[in-house]
C-alpha cells in the first residue's frame, strides 16, 4: 500500500509538472494558475485509483487503466483530438507518407456515430461500395457508439491479405448491412488527369500527401503541352491530408502575396497566415472547382480560398465542414496526443469548421440511370446501348454523304487512333452529371466572353416615355 500511495505522488507531481509545461510553452493562451479545484479532482482520480486497485474483483493493470483516463479525458474535447499509443502514433506518421495499410477510408466522429468522410479511389473500401456519409455502427461484432476515432482506427487495420466485417447504415438502406472487406496496402495515388474537349484539362486529386504539390507541377505541365486553355480541379471524395499541401496547391493558381488561408486559435502562437509567393509561376486557365459532402480539412481550404478570391467557380454539393487545426504533440514515451489548437478561415473570413464550403453551383451527383428516368428517356437493352457508344451517322445504312466524304476526305484513321481514348472519356461522363456539367460550362466559356464583350447594352434617354391613352 505504501508503495501505491508513494507512485500517487509521483503521478501528482508528474500532473503538476505537465501543467506547468503547458504554460511555460505557450500551449494555454494565458499564465494563470491551476484553480484549487483541479488538484481536488486530481485528488479524488487517486482515491478512485486506489479503490479499484484494492477492491475491484479482478486485479486490473495500472497502465491499462491510465490509458483509459487519458482517452476519456481528451473524448470530452472534440472527435478530432486524441491519445495515440506509440503503434498508433507510428501509424500516424506512416500514413503521411502516402502508403500504407488498410481499407482505404477517411472516418470522423459526427454526432457520436464513426461516419465515413470519403472513401480513397481504388481501395478495397472503394471498389466494396462504401460511399462518403455511410454510419459504421459495428466493427466485426463490436459496436462503435461511444468507440473513439483512434480505437475505431486500431480495429480496421491489420494485416495485409486479412478481411474485416463492417456494419453499414445508410440512407438509402431499410436495415444496416454487413461488408466483408479484405485489407490491402494502401497506395495513393494522389493526382490523375485527362483531356476533356481537346483543351480543357481534368485534374482529380485524391488526397494532400507530401508529393501532392510535385506531381500537381507535371500534371499541368503534360496538360499544357496538349494546349489547354481551361481546367477542372476535382476535389470531390478528397478527405484532406497535409496543410502545407493545401497551401501549396492553391498557390499554384494565384498571383503573389494572396492571402489563401489563415487560424484563430486561444494562444498567439496558434494564430497564423498562409499567402501565395511567386516561387512558382501560377497558372491563369478559367477554373472550375469540382467538391461534395466527401470533400473535407485541406480540400476545403483550397475551395474556400479559390472562391473568396474569384479565382475558380465551385460545383457541386456542400462540404463535409472539417476546418480545424490539429497540433502533434509528441510525448515523453514514444506516444503523442493529437490535439485541436485553431481553426481554420478563408481569405474572407468564413468559418470552415461545421459549415463547409458551399458551392457556387449546386449539382446534386445522380446515377445515370436516374438522370434517364428523370429526363423521360426509356431504357433500352443493354446490349443495343453497349453497340450504340460505336455507331455514328457513317454507320447507318444510305447514310447522306458529308462534304468530306463527298470530297474524298477519310478521317478514319485518326479516329481509329483516338476512339478508345474517347470511349473511356464519353463513359466517364456519361457516369458523372457533375463532370458534364463543368465540360459544358467550360466548353461554352469562349463562345460567352465574345457574347458578352459584343454586348452592346441600349439604355433609354431620361426623358422617354410610354404614352398610354
Known amino acids: 500500500m505504501n508503495w501505491f500511495k508513494n507512485n500517487i505522488k509521483v503521478a501528482l507531481c508528474g500532473a503538476m509538472l505537465i501543467f506547468s509545461y503547458f504554460s511555460t510553452t505557450g500551449l494555454f493562451a ?3 494558475k491551476t484553480p484549487k479545484s483541479t488538484y481536488e479532482k486530481l485528488k479524488v482520480f487517486s482515491e478512485i485509483l486506489s479503490l479499484i486497485e484494492m477492491n475491484y474483483v479482478e486485479s486490473i493493470e495500472n497502465d491499462s487503466m491510465i490509458e483509459g483516463a487519458i482517452k476519456g479525458m481528451v473524448k470530452s474535447l472534440d472527435p478530432h483530438t486524441s491519445y495515440m499509443p506509440p503503434a498508433s502514433y507510428k501509424q500516424m506518421q506512416v500514413e503521411t507518407t502516402g502508403k500504407f495499410g488498410g481499407l482505404g477510408i477517411e472516418i470522423s466522429v459526427r454526432d457520436g456515430v464513426l461516419t465515413v468522410v470519403s472513401p480513397i479511389e481504388e481501395t478495397p473500401a472503394f471498389r466494396a461500395g462504401i460511399k462518403a456519409g455511410d454510419k459504421i455502427i459495428k466493427i466485426e461484432n463490436e459496436s462503435t457508439l461511444d468507440m473513439t476515432l483512434q480505437d475505431a482506427v486500431g480495429l480496421l487495420r491489420g494485416e495485409t491479405g486479412s478481411p474485416i466485417k463492417i456494419t453499414i447504415f445508410r440512407k438509402s438502406f431499410k436495415a444496416p448491412k454487413e461488408f466483408t472487406i479484405v485489407r490491402d496496402i494502401i497506395k495513393v495515388r494522389s493526382i490523375m488527369s485527362e483531356l476533356y474537349e481537346n483543351d480543357i484539362g ?10 501532392t504539390s510535385s506531381d500537381l507541377d507535371k500534371a499541368l505541365e503534360e496538360l499544357g503541352q496538349k494546349g489547354i486553355t481551361k481546367l477542372i480541379l476535382d476535389v470531390r471524395n478528397n478527405p484532406g491530408g497535409l496543410l502545407n499541401q493545401a497551401v501549396e496547391v492553391t498557390d499554384r493558381f494565384l498571383n503573389r502575396e494572396n492571402l489563401i488561408v489563415y487560424t484563430k486559435g486561444r494562444s ?7 499567402t501565395s509567393h511567386d516561387k512558382v509561376a501560377g497558372v491563369s486557365y478559367p477554373m472550375i472547382i469540382l467538391v461534395n459532402g466527401g470533400s473535407a480539412s ?3 481550404i483550397v475551395a474556400g480560398a479559390l472562391q473568396d478570391l474569384n479565382r475558380a467557380v465551385i460545383l457541386g454539393t456542400q462540404t463535409f465542414g472539417k476546418g480545424s487545426v490539429q497540433t502533434i504533440i509528441p510525448l515523453s514515451d514514444g506516444s503523442a496526443l493529437r490535439l485541436t489548437t485553431a481553426r481554420y478561415y478563408t481569405p474572407s473570413g468564413r468559418v470552415i469548421q461545421e459549415n463547409g464550403i ?5 449539382v446534386e451527383m445522380k446515377p445515370f440511370s436516374d438522370v434517364e428516368k428523370a429526363e423521360g428517356i426509356k431504357e433500352e437493352p443493354e446490349e443495343k446501348t453497349r453497340l450504340r457508344r ?3 451517322e457513317k454507320d447507318l445504312k444510305k447514310h447522306l454523304k458529308g462534304k468530306s466524304s463527298i470530297e474524298g476526305a477519310d478521317d478514319e484513321r485518326l479516329d481509329q487512333l483516338d476512339g478508345a481514348k474517347n470511349k473511356e472519356l464519353n463513359e466517364n461522363l456519361e457516369k458523372d452529371n457533375q463532370l458534364q ?3 459544358a460550362l467550360l466548353s461554352g466559356w469562349e463562345v460567352m466572353k465574345k457574347m458578352f464583350k459584343n454586348l452592346k447594352v441600349i439604355t433609354p434617354k431620361p426623358d422617354s416615355r ?4
Open 358 to 362: 458551399k458551392p457556387d453551383i449546386v
Open 268 to 274: 498567439d502562437e496558434q494564430n497564423m497566415r498562409f
Open 466 to 469: 410610354v404614352g398610354m391613352k
Open 30 to 32: 494565458e499564465e494563470e
Open 390 to 392: 460505336f455507331l455514328r
Open 202 to 211: 481534368y485534374i482529380k486529386i485524391r488526397s494532400f500527401s507530401k508529393n
Open 437 to 439: 456539367q463543368a465540360v
Open 298 to 300: 485541406a480540400s476545403e
